[in-house]
């Protein structure tokens, strides 16, 4: 285990230094940091508004963060609001988009269980109404588990709360509690304080001052120069050339900037609102953000042994990391394919199978005059969305399938369904381009790589959905995507628009803003699936010695 541990560090060690900010450690350590609670809940109450989707949104989140969150699952007792909160909470009955619920139209096999969830969400929802002198904690539970079966359930009747009972428990959280995870944390103060400002709620000059707050307490963080002559000057043009006299060092000319913010706060905030700029302030805040997760990551990794010392300073985080790992991917580390698989024969490693494939073909490759070898057809690797992977394949299963000739028996070649036209349900797309016999994968290893970056499965789903028409009524979600008509971009709008206007329309009442966000998203989706592919193929290089 010491050894795989080693290997899977070393691995995570190559692809932040070839990636960096793209790289999995680096994206693992911010979404730690960002997971904290009150990064969270800014950004969810400061895009809290008056609406009945938003509202049940919030509550949603709210609830779960009450019960998840350490510091607060401790001191029900000591949320001034959460009483009122809970007593506030009514029911109320969502528009549908018209389509018929099971049994409305004659019987249907799904009716005995749909009505059977029902009548449970009705009794659970009774009991809530009859809580009220229950504990804190104990109506949290049951308002969380009914909110889970009804979303679950699809159920009509939904759960609100009053708009200003929601704003004043957040104010009171935020102001009077320390979340779990956060306490000398340099990334939340500074990203807590930064959208303070990005959602208007302090000025430019809030920012600048809460600015120098941080640096007070987290001087390794102090900007680069041409940042720090920004300051500078700001405090040359308020409070004269001869401000920074005896402040050599950044540090002091920053402290002593604060200092004179403190003392002069009327004529501080109007020149810094008028100096500073909101673009320089967001590169600013970006720098730092990468300034203190690249400290976090070499810390992480030196805390792990991985420094002269070689030993962990601190209680190995490898598994966490390595669950962490399993989760961002959805895979084995050392796997090649598209989910979790396992290895096949008992191999521990994926190197070591592709080892074994490589070792078959060259034997059945050593006897050019063993003929049946020839007509090898077997599979090595599979992807599981396409079926299609990388095969054994002999020369002369080439002959009516594609223009390959092979002075081997038999080589490694990319399989995928491209259509049933001619009586073929599938079709080969073998070794790599130019001359075949020239260009041959030297290896299995190589052939999946170039396998994973061929940008094959565009053809191959077109081909499914050309194929196999319109979905059925009620399909599997997972199915969908083989089927007529399958757009992420359009089905993630319409469940946005849906939520907020009741219907499936694309726009209606939705603001163009939503529909913004929702298209970036997808870019963001689109490019998260480009740096986990990278990441795989790093993971599927040879064993690093």
Known sequence: MAGFREDFYVRLGRDYHENTENSFLYGYVKSKRESNLRIRMKEEYYCLVDTAASRKRYVRFLVKALLSDKTLSDSFDRIHSLPELLDSISFYEEKTDGSERPGESGKSELETEWETERLELENEREALKHAEGDLCGDRLRLLDKYMDNSKVSESDISVDADIDMLRRISSELLDSFEFDGEKKNPYVELMSSYLDFYYGIISKAGYVSRLLEFWAGNSKYIPDKKSLAYFTEFGKQTFGD????????????????????????????????????????????????????????????????????????????????????????????????????????????????????????????????????????????????????????????????????????????????????????????????????????????????????????????????????????????????????????????????????????????????????????????????????????????????
């Open 242 to 545: 001869d401000v920074f006299a005896g402040c050599g060092r950044a540090a002091l000319r920053l402290a002593r900037l604060r200092q004179l913010g403190e003392e002069n706060y009327e004529k501080f905030n109007i020149e810094a609102d008028r100096f500073f700029e909101a673009e320089f302030l967001d590169k600013l805040t970006e720098n730092l953000q990468r300034d203190i997760l690249t400290v976090d990551v070499h810390t992480l990794l030196y805390d792990a042994g991985f420094s002269n010392v070689g030993r962990p300073r601190k209680k190995d985080k490898s598994m966490d990391i390595m669950d962490a790992y399993f989760r961002y991917v959805g895979d084995n580390p050392f796997s090649g394919g598209t989910g979790y698989v396992e290895i096949p024969g008992g191999y521990t490693t994926w190197d070591e199978y592709y080892n074994a494939c490589d070792n078959v073909r060259d034997r059945l490759n050593s006897d050019k005059r063993a003929s049946v070898y020839q007509n090898v057809f077997m599979p090595m690797w599979i992807d599981n969305d396409t079926g299609g992977g990388i095969f054994l394949i002999g020369k002369r299963q080439f002959a009516e399938n594609a223009d390959v000739r092979l002075a081997s028996n038999c080589e490694f070649g990319v399989v995928y369904f491209y259509g049933t036209d001619g009586g073929s349900a599938f079709e080969f797309s073998a070794f790599q381009e130019g001359s075949f016999d020239e260009n041959v994968f030297p290896g299995m290893s190589e052939a999946v790589s170039w396998f994973r970056n061929y940008d094959y499965k565009a053809d191959s789903m077109e081909e499914y959905r050309r194929y196999n028409g319109d979905a059925p009524a009620g399909c599997p979600e997972v199915f969908l995507k083989y089927f007529k008509g399958y757009d992420n971009v359009k089905a993630d709008v319409a469940d946005i628009s849906g939520e907020v206007t009741g219907n499936s329309a694309l726009y209606g009442d939705v603001d163009e803003s939503d529909i913004r966000a929702t298209l970036e998203a997808f870019d963001r989706e689109q490019e998260e699936k480009e740096r986990k592919k990278r990441l795989r193929m790093i993971f599927q290089s040879p064993k690093i010695k």
